[in-house]
């Protein structure tokens, strides 16, 4: 009897087993928005171990590993709503109007003036590249204008330029405290040294190369689409090798290779929290250097992870569902005890209704409580297609590269602005919007980064006078109406049942109509954007259309 009995436990031990190996199964699939699942096999073979080892009381003694279920997100829309705004946007900065390509870069040389790097002409499209990473447009040769420029930080003037018939696709910038200007290409596939100011500006020569031009490689001497370079005081730097390799590599001062770490996670889709030292592009980099940290953009994640600079390894990670699951770039600023300053960008899920909802904006975030402090946008609104980000050592001014509209924005600390007049804040305004009419591609509408528009379009100060007008005459012509009638009607003028009347104007099936004039008006004035040109990945989308819209849309957008 004794023997059946232990049967008996044993068999109803492999059947619970068995169907919690079924149950875990199929929780896991049901986690579509997870790219790393809890790892099943490995949770069964401790429960095994613990049930053949015994439990002395019996099952109820075996710790069960439970569940992870998702934590509910908050109010995104509201949360943001109640964050801060400590940045003052700068509408008349740059002063000279700067006429920019693609803003793909921004940092300070050592004078502290703003160093920025351009596309000019380029844009990355979807046949920029073939399914190997190969660029595809060597027959255009290099850029031939200056893709370089050093901004005066107080009014925006350029004070030097360089770096054409160099570059294909601009991408990272930084410079570095000898004055050194490092850049990546993510056409030639390689990392750049420069001297100072690019040393002689007609023809400048790089100091140092890394990589294979137009080669695309995992190798130890080549890159894929590298992003970005950050520098350490003794000269040793990290490249974050970023499209294709999802790693960073750490260099001498001589670019010797001392260490590699990182894995690729892209998989095309978000999830909630990823693995340590995974990367879905590594976008950008900066450095803590009070804590020997280097940090990096993990851009498809969504999140900040920070590493020691020393060996690599994982120290921190920073995230917030308001940031969203897209993070493009960062820069760290020791104020108020150390913050690292973000852009995010628009959602990269596809169609009208989106699962999250999504804002793109600055954010400055607390590295010691990891909280969100404030957000910023041009004039308080939002950004379409931001790339990079730089701060000041003091925190008190902010500098963000964006790809379209083509632009490079200043943010002054509230405390240090001054108020700007509204009509600087409706020529800003009216100037962004034409900015982004004129870039925009014939072929389709959409955001940045693949996002397809994340970013809210606000009007123009002239489409809102236009429209504005157009209610009044509309108002004044249905007065005038009102007056006519009331005159009949006293004249004895009603007319019997049965009768036609005169239709007016505005009755006419196919005349004034103040709904056409208004759409007639946002379409040249930028009420609905067509198309913005600018991402990283390609992302296209479809709109449907009924008999009485406009034709279907589609967009690919890279940056």
Known sequence: MANYDKISSICFLIWLIQANVSQSIAVAENQSSLRYLQNVE??????????????????????????????????????????????????????????????????????????????????????TFDNANVYRENF???????????????????????????FYMPHGLTVDPEDNVWVTDVAMHQVFKFPPRGGNASKAQPLLTLGTAFQPGSGKQKFCKPTSVAVLINGDFFVADGYCNARILKYTKAGELILTWGQNSFSGVSYDIAPQNYFA????????????????????NGRVQCFYSSNGTFHSQYHNPLIGE???????????????????????????????????????????????ISKFGPNNQQFENPHDVAVTSDGNEIYVAELNPTRIHKFVHKSLAKPMSMTAIKETNLAHDESSTNTASPNGSGGGGGGGGGGEHHPSAKAIIVASLMLLFAGSTFALALIVQARRRKRGGCLPFGAHSRRHAWEKKEGFKLGGL???????????????????????TTTTTTATTTPTLSSAQFA
């Open 140 to 166: 255009r040769g290099p850029i031939k204008e200056n893709t370089i420029l050093g901004l005066e930080p107080a009014t925006g003037q350029v004070l030097y330029e360089w770096g054409k018939n160099f």
């Open 326 to 372: 897209r993070l493009f770039s960062m820069a760290y600023t020791p104020a108020q005890g150390g913050e690292l300053v973000i852009v995010n960008g628009p959602t990269s899920e596809m169609g009208e209704n989106p699962q999250h909802y999504n804002e793109v904006h600055g954010f400055v975030l607390n590295m010691r409580t990891k909280q969100l």
């Open 42 to 127: 490995n949770h069964n073979n401790e429960r095994l171990q613990q049930i053949l080892k015994g439990g002395g009381g019996g099952i109820s003694e075996i710790n069960w590993p439970q569940i992870q279920t998702k934590q509910a997100l908050p109010d995104i829309k509201a949360e943001l709503a109640k964050l801060n705004t400590t940045f003052v946007y700068q509408n008349d900065w740059p002063a000279n109007k700067v006429k920019l390509g693609a803003v793909t870069a921004v940092s300070f040389d050592k004078a502290g003036n703003v160093v920025i790097f351009h596309r000019v002409d380029r844009i990355w499209g979807p046949r």
């Open 518 to 540: 208004l759409d007639r008006d946002r379409n040249r004035n930028g009420f609905e954007k067509l198309d913005q040109n600018a991402s990283d990945e390609e992302h296209e």
């Open 281 to 300: 592009i590594p976008h950008a980099l900066t450095l803590v250097p009070e804590l020997e940290l280097l940090c990096a953009a993990d851009r498809e």
